[in-house]
């Protein structure tokens, strides 16, 4: 169970009830179980292996687009989408009975979720990894008690940056969307949570293809430190709709 916020913690929230955060690349390093799958089928079909580096340039699409960049980057490119599909069930066959190999928590995830759980937020994850492997992880590193729900990239029609997944997660937490702050390192989270109608912010530490400062994000964190501070001030609810 998390433990009592410390005082770092104790401070206005501004009207906001729930801060929804992206997992690869926000809560998770993931970077190494990703790659140690794909490679597994990269030599299974003869390519050449990729690096955590080529990896993290890839990630934060779900999991199809994954597995064809990583095939476009090492020659062909599946050849369609039936292809892809069949890639797709070997790199699962691969990750999902054991996706927290290799992962690692980012500095102070804990104790920040459980400073915001004590100043009265509630808390989710909104990722476009599927949502069975997306549990195991968050269980496996004891987060998931702090969880008032988890979307996955199955859990709606729509990936991120598609809005539908935040306003999934806002009618779980019976929130309406103003009163939601997105954190995540990549531009499909920034874009969807303010194409939801929610106040968002950015991580530098994380997997992105373009410069964090165009995300357009309402605030940039270097730290998982430093973002009750960045809520704190973001521009005060006038009027919260319940």
């Keep these: 169970m998390p433990t009592p916020a410390s005082p770092r913690f104790a401070a206005s929230t501004n009207g906001y009830g729930a801060i929804l955060f992206d997992l690869d690349g926000t809560l998770i390093d993931s970077l190494p179980g990703l790659t140690r799958s794909l490679n597994a089928i990269l030599s299974e079909d003869g390519r050449r292996r990729v690096d955590d580096d080529e ?3 890839m990630v934060g699409d779900g999991i199809k687009v994954l597995v064809a960049r990583a095939y476009a980057a090492t020659g062909l490119p599946p050849e369609n989408d039936a292809a892809l599909n069949a890639l797709v069930a070997r790199f699962s066959a691969h990750y999902e009975p054991d996706p927290s190999l290799g992962c690692a928590l980012f500095a102070h995830a804990p104790e920040v979720l459980a400073g915001l759980l004590g100043m009265g937020f509630r808390l989710g994850v909104v990722t476009n990894k599927l949502l069975a492997p997306a549990l195991t992880i968050l269980r496996d590193f004891t987060l ?5 729900t988890v979307v996955g990239g199955d859990t709606t029609p729509h990936l991120k940056p598609h809005p539908e997944p935040f306003l999934h997660a806002a009618d779980q937490l019976e929130l309406s969307p103003q009163r939601v ?10 874009e969807g949570g303010r194409r939801a109608g929610m106040r968002t912010i950015a991580v530098s530490y994380g997997y992105t293809r373009m410069p964090v400062s165009e995300f357009g994000a309402d605030a940039t964190i270097d730290s998982l430190l430093d973002l009750p501070a960045a809520i704190m001030n973001l521009p ?6 319940t």
């Design 55 to 57: 990896v993290r340039l």
């Design 144 to 148: 998931l008690p702090v969880l008032d």
């Design 236 to 241: 005060t609810i006038a009027e919260i709709a």
């Design 181 to 190: 702050v997105v954190v995540g390192d990549s531009f499909n989270d920034v």
